[in-house]
């Protein structure tokens, strides 16, 4: 997470739309990532203790929604991002979201920082939330996503998303998706590589449904 100068200090309110289970859209255009934390991206995968592969990036959105989607949050911005967002500590009636998703085992702590490492350490002891599953660090995967390079349409060292221009609107796909293979990318039009999910999305696209 790329920080930009620290901005005065700043609040927003406003009904809360989950985007992953670290950011959020507040109101009608405030994305905000969740100051602290680090959540599984969407089309990261975890195996319970058979050895099979589940969909947990989908899990941890979801389960934030269940909390989130539509309540009204109060958040405290500390500075933006390389992408925009607002990086911030949010409240929703009185209870730290931020807090909260480590606690309950939907997030973590973002890599090393130490806010957050008892809520954590709890999750982690008690196997809650994605803490029951094996699933890779999201900062580790995504690093990992970046040095992936896909031999089908993409140029030398371009990233792997495509992000495609369609009658549908700015659509991006993701390696391994359903559309993925199929889709090409035409510069020309517009249309671009990404590398992560939150670049795609800061640059005007939405994820393939």
Request: aromatic residues 8%; glycine residues 8%.
């Given at each position: ?14 009904t809360?739309?989950?985007v992953?289970?670290?950011?959020i859209?507040?109101?009608?255009s ?6 602290g ?9 975890c195996r ?5 592969v589940?969909p947990?990036?989908r899990?941890a959105?979801?389960a934030a ?11 405290e911005?500390?500075?933006r ?8 500590t949010c409240t929703?009636a ?5 807090s909260?998703l480590?606690r309950?085992?939907?997030a973590?702590r973002?890599?090393?920082n ?11 002891l008690?196997?809650?939330?994605l803490w029951?599953?094996?699933m ?8 990992e996503?970046?040095e992936l390079?896909i031999?089908?349409n ?5 990233c792997?998303?495509k992000?495609?221009?369609s ?7 993701l390696p391994?998706?359903?559309f993925?293979?199929p889709?090409?990318i ?6 671009r590589?990404?590398?992560s999910?939150?670049?795609a999305?800061?640059?005007?696209w939405?994820r393939?449904?």
């Amino acid at each position: 997470m790329l920080l930009a100068a620290p901005l005065a200090a700043e609040t927003l309110s406003g009904t809360v739309r989950v985007v992953d289970a670290d950011t959020i859209d507040i109101g009608a255009s405030a994305n905000v990532r969740l100051l602290g934390i680090d959540a599984a991206e969407a089309d990261q995968t975890c195996r319970d203790d058979n050895g099979v592969v589940l969909p947990c990036g989908r899990f941890a959105s979801d389960a934030a929604r269940s909390l989130y989607e539509g309540e009204v949050a109060r958040c405290e911005v500390s500075e933006r991002d390389r992408y925009g967002r607002y990086l911030a500590t949010c409240t929703v009636a009185g209870r730290n979201m931020n807090s909260e998703l480590v606690r309950l085992g939907i997030a973590r702590r973002y890599r090393d920082n130490p806010r957050y490492f008892e809520e954590e350490k709890e999750a982690r002891l008690l196997a809650r939330g994605l803490w029951a599953y094996e699933m890779e660090n999201p900062a580790l995967w995504r690093a990992e996503q970046r040095e992936l390079r896909i031999e089908d349409n993409a140029p030398e060292g371009r990233c792997a998303i495509k992000g495609n221009i369609s009658d549908n609107g700015r659509i991006y796909h993701l390696p391994g998706s359903r559309f993925y293979g199929p889709t090409r990318i035409d510069e020309r039009r517009g249309e671009r590589w990404f590398c992560s999910e939150a670049e795609a999305r800061a640059a005007g696209w939405r994820r393939a449904r």
